[in-house]
């Protein structure tokens, strides 16, 4: 694999955001063209000079950027041979604009030049141009394609951008452009499994002040008086119901107990008071459904004697036509007693978890994947859409201008598979009112600020704890502040399911701890704030933040790449008066971008606390007219640096890379969880599995087998393991971060 | 609104055989080894009620019928699970595999109805299933009561039904291949009826 992603596709802001690199200019042309052989990654897909042989989108990227000096209306036409029909749609993603082709098929050896689409072509900044093939379905015959060709009406107008770079991050450490690894400091857990039950926990609520109710994935209901725990000892859990169908999402309302079923909205109802649930009550089940098993009811909350939940899409057609029930992908709402229901929101993937947030708002997480370049906390409001689109019948409230999430949470970076979010309450200090959300992937909590920036949520998350024995499903708060959170594992491994799920107690102390707290959009850059003060002189120097950017694109296939991943400018850094909040001066800002800021571990605190975290990802939707920050000038003296702020180690390093996208599922010490271990991979004979034949072979873990592994999982597979278990990287990682990464993991699985 | 989609691949499972001997020690309702709420036989909405020690019936909960009864093998169990699905195992009774609707006649002529579920109760001696059939003036309340014990030693299973709201002048019928394979005597009403697998 493949010298096609030789060609950087990563972009650079060269001399601090002067001007993009490179690029060759069409000249006096109004054509421009782009070819098969200049794209990003192929995939697995073959290619043979000028011609790409296209029969699998999932892991391929074919992209090019363009860069249009002035504003103009372009044609996009494609070259191509197609001999039979395909039962799926190509997408043109033309800076986030989707549109569906329906190939028209030429005749055997024919090449065909049609036109597929108009587009306004924005100046200025370099725009993604994506040919996106169905996602999952492997064709038996190749779409053949030679190039796209976009055709403006200025000559000289359109040039493709070729020679662009990834920005070089800083070395890593905990908390610093790497997991954390440790309990966050002002936290006390105490994990409460009972080593003798395995409790998959997928929902959560408090029945009354002291009772804790919780389902599990294997479908029954258990209670814990609160007030009733050993010191020393498991728990008392009572079980209290079972018999339920995958329940995903658990609320109480006046005493009466609600539950998201596979199928449907149960309420359990125990009519004569025996303490036995007698009744299962179907509330509803008023949308469709098939017999896959990625579909599920996700989460439950209540609010005005209505239930919201959501329902994910099913997986099992990715690989097929691609089609989805009506209404998969929706948030639901249901009368509890009349069991009217409503659509409230639609295009969700895979939604695994609903709260509250701030400002009375509802709050949904969904998980990375097709139509999901990053995972995302969304913000639901009725008629809103998230993009996920399928086929036709497109979702009632499908539309060319999807809903933006409030904040995106970038793959393997702060999230893999983010679950329930909710807020914290008065109890929890300077954290009150912001939002915290687990993961069954990526572990622990991170936690996000989110502010109203013309009339919509949007903000930043935020590093908060790692440390916890679980993987963080749903939560219940009581009111004194104690929060409950419940693990799950997925997979098959009995013995990783057992050790990560299960109930643990966090109690919030109080203790201080330096980090940034809260980041605001300004009319002119993002404002940070602190839970401390800094160092009297200390945070000035514009040098000692390091700020990139960039854009995602969302599209069919599975996950996707930073859009115009580049260095911003810090044109300078004011902090404020009582030395809380710096604000940074940003020229380069963008609507639909993401905003990250890495600080150094030396900033210090003015009680000389180090810095438990040092990194914001903050997602400007809108940028807010009229309120600036303030740019002060430095005092003087403040803006030299004795030693550097950073250290670079030459790009991201395999260590962070395999940390945040690997070790969730893969182990290096012989630990089993969801994928095979490493342990000893480097040189040794794998059995493995080719999933089209089946048939069975040795192969050498060499280097050239973990990069195809990586990039596409399902070339071979690892004998034990099922087809579609890992998803490609390719779209997520660039070329020297694949490099990077084969690199760690040969080193770290060397025998010693 | 059931997509007529079934049969999907489900990766990484382990099958499980569930027991059809007696009702587990637990007295909580809804052990699954007397009423399985998980999809059997491939339609996503649907559960199966055990009836006796081996005879087992399966709704289609969005027909609001009976679409399968089936004898479990000897000593053997009548579900078997992968993961979070069933199939059932065992000697067919009854199958109806179409999508034939309940009728509702009105005058002598067809109403349509539309079905929504609402929900299963267990007691001690049996379970009892409801639905909504909403037609065009209003709705009809269907229930079913199946006991967990056997049926008589002449009868392979029995069922009863009961229809709330029927107006004079209307009449319920069962599904096409339901009034084919079971015994109705009286029709369905206002009082509970026995039905009867031929």
Redesign the interface.
């Known amino acids: 694999m493949n010298d096609l992603r030789r060609i950087r596709f990563s972009v650079a802001f060269v001399a601090l955001g002067l001007a993009w690199a490179g690029g060759r200019a069409a000249e006096t042309s109004r054509t421009l063209d782009l070819p098969a052989n200049q794209i990003f990654a192929k995939g697995p897909n073959q290619s043979a000079g000028e011609v790409l042989d296209i029969t699998r989108g999932r892991g391929a990227v074919i992209a090019w950027y363009v860069r249009a000096a002035r504003e103009e209306e372009i044609r996009v036409w494609i070259e191509y041979s197609c001999a039979k029909a395909l039962n799926q749609d190509y997408l043109l993603s033309f800076d986030g604009v989707d549109h569906f082709w329906t190939v028209p098929p030429t005749a055997e050896g024919e090449w065909r030049r049609v036109e597929i689409g108009k587009f306004r072509l924005r100046a200025g900044l370099p725009v993604l141009v994506q040919l996106v093939p169905p996602s999952g379905t492997k064709f038996e015959h190749p779409f053949r394609f030679r190039r796209l060709a976009l055709e403006g009406d200025t000559p000289g107008n359109l040039v493709r951008v070729t020679a662009i770079e990834e920005p070089v991050a800083p070395v890593a450490a905990s908390g610093f452009g790497r997991k954390l690894d440790a309990l966050h400091p002002a936290l006390e857990a105490r994990d409460l499994r009972d080593e003798t039950t395995v409790m998959r926990i997928s929902g959560m609520a408090l029945r009354g002040p002291r009772e804790l109710l919780f389902i599990t994935w294997e ?1 029954d209901l258990f209670s814990l008086d609160l007030d009733a725990m050993p010191a020393g000892a498991p728990p008392p859990f009572r ?8 329940p995903m999402g658990l609320a109480v309302a006046d005493g009466r107990i609600f539950v998201t ?4 909205v ?2 359990l109802i125990d009519a004569d008071g025996d303490g ?7 509330v509803t ?9 990625h579909e599920y009811l996700f989460g439950a909350v209540v609010r005005d004697s209505h239930l919201y939940f959501s329902a994910s899409v ?1 997986m ?2 990715r690989g097929l036509d691609n089609r989805q ?2 209404l998969r992908g929706s948030v639901f709402k249901a009368h509890l007693d009349t ?1 009217r229901t409503e659509l409230v929101a639609g295009g969700l993937r895979s939604p695994d978890g609903i709260g509250f947030g701030p400002h009375g708002s509802i709050l949904i997480t969904d998980n990375q994947g097709e139509w999901l370049p990053a995972n995302k906390l969304v913000e639901v409001r009725p008629g809103a859409f998230f993009q996920f689109r399928s086929r036709p019948p497109w979702h009632p409230f499908d539309r060319p201008e999807p809903t933006p999430p409030a904040v995106w949470l970038p793959q393997g970076e702060i999230a893999a598979s983010p679950t329930e979010p909710f807020l914290l309450p008065t109890g929890w200090g300077p954290y009150a009112g912001h939002v915290l959300f687990g993961d069954a992937t990526y572990g622990g909590l991170q936690r996000a600020f989110l502010e109203e920036v013309d009339g919509a949520l949007q903000g930043a998350v935020f590093h908060f704890s790692q440390g916890f024995r679980h993987l963080f499903h749903r939560f219940a708060l009581t009111a004194e502040g104690e929060l409950y959170a419940g693990g799950i594992a997925r ?2 491994d009995q013995e990783f399911i057992r050790r990560v799920s299960g109930l643990t107690r966090i109690r919030y102390t109080g203790a201080a701890v330096f980090e940034p707290l809260a980041a605001r959009l300004r009319t002119n850059g993002l404002e940070i704030e602190f839970t401390s003060p800094l160092a009297e002189g200390a945070g000035w120097n514009p040098a000692g933040y390091h700020v990139t950017q960039w854009g995602y694109q969302a599209t069919q296939t599975y996950g996707g790449p930073k859009v115009r991943h580049r260095r911003a400018e810090v044109r300078s850094a004011s902090v404020s008066p009582d030395r809380r909040r710096v604000f940074l001066e940003l020229p380069g800002l963008v609507a639909r971008e993401v905003v990250h800021v890495r600080l150094p571990q030396s900033l210090p605190s003015d009680a000389g606390q180090p810095l438990w975290a040092g990194e914001v990802w903050y997602t400007v939707n809108r940028i807010p007219a009229g309120r600036p920050g303030e740019v002060r000038a430095a005092p003087a003296g403040a803006t030299v640096a004795a030693t550097p702020f950073f250290r670079y180690g030459g790009g991201r390093g395999g260590r962070e890379l395999f940390q945040n996208f690997c070790a969730a599922c893969h182990s290096l010490d012989g630990t089993a969880l969801v994928g095979p271990t490493f342990r000893g991979l480097a040189g040794s004979n794998r059995r493995v599995r080719e999933p089209v034949s089946g048939a069975k072979r040795d192969v050498v873990a060499d280097a050239a087998y973990v990069r195809e592994s990586i990039l596409d999982p399902n070339a071979l597979v690892a004998e034990g393991y ?4 890992m998803p490609p990287l390719g779209a997520a990682l660039g070329e020297a971060q694949v490099d990077a990464l084969v690199k760690f993991i040969l080193e770290a699985t060397t025998p010693k | ?3 007529n ?10 099958s499980i055989a569930v027991s059809s001997a007696s009702l587990a020690s ?7 080894e007397a ?5 059997v036989d ?1 339609i ?2 649907s559960l199966s009620i055990r009836q006796g020690a081996d005879v087992w019936l399966a709704y289609d ?2 027909r609001a019928t009976v679409f399968k009864v089936w004898q479990a093998p000897t000593g053997r169990p009548g579900l078997i699970a992968t ?3 069933v199939k059932s195992s065992g000697t067919t009774w009854f199958h109806d595999p179409s999508a034939a609707p309940w009728e509702l006649v009105r005058h002598g002529r067809p109403v349509p109805l539309k079905v ?8 001690a001696d049996g379970s009892e299933l409801s639905w909504e059939l909403r037609h065009d003036t209003g709705a009809l309340i269907l229930r079913e009561r199946v006991a967990h014990a056997a049926a008589a030693p002449a009868e392979r299973s029995r069922r009863e039904l009961r229809a709330e709201s029927l107006a004079p002048g209307e009449v319920l019928r069962l599904p096409a291949p339901a009034r084919d394979a079971w015994n109705v005597g009286e029709g369905i009403g206002a009082v509970w009826q026995a039905i009867i697998l031929r």
């Open positions: 479908g079980r209290i119901a079972r018999g339920l169908s995958e079923e596979k199928n449907e149960t309420e036995r649930f007698e009744t299962y009550r179907c089940h008023d949308w469709p459904c098939t017999m896959d098993n099913a099992g057609y029930a009506p069991g997979g098959r099922a087809e579609n278990l | 609104m059931r997509m989609a079934r049969g999907l691949p489900c990766a990484l499972l382990v637990d007295p909580l309702p809804f052990d699954r009423i399985n709420r998980y999809s491939g996503p909405r909960l969005e993961e979070f699905t929504r579920y609402l929900g299963c109760t267990q007691r």
